[in-house]
């Protein structure tokens, strides 16, 4: 695999780590539905959160999370409605982006809670 591939799988993983230490619970990772990807699906009480990750080394020409654009947003909630639907939920969904920054060896995070709502797409 790629190094971009490895870094993106370990920027992941660190995310579901994070998302876990605050109590959510992960429901999913990498869930597919056609050209869609949600990176992670985790629930923290009656709430799906759909997780976006964005990564970066360095954010000398832009933050991570700048990177989710109209075309992503709409694919999110397109798979994030066929996940709902085939697993019966009926509670809210919020979209959420995690932007990590690796500096050395340690993560930087910002947790961009209701980063963007579906009524927006």
Known sequence: MSSSYDFGKEAENFAAKYLIQKGYKIL??????RKAEIDIIA??????????VKSRASNYFTEPEF???AKKKKLLVFAADDFIQK???NCDVRFDILALLKNNESWSVKHIENAFDASEI
């Open 87 to 89: 697993n019966n939920f």
């Open 28 to 33: 999913a990772q990498n869930y597919f539905f």
């Open 43 to 52: 629930q923290q009480e009656n709430e799906i959160i759909i997780v976006e």
């Open 67 to 69: 990177a989710v654009n």
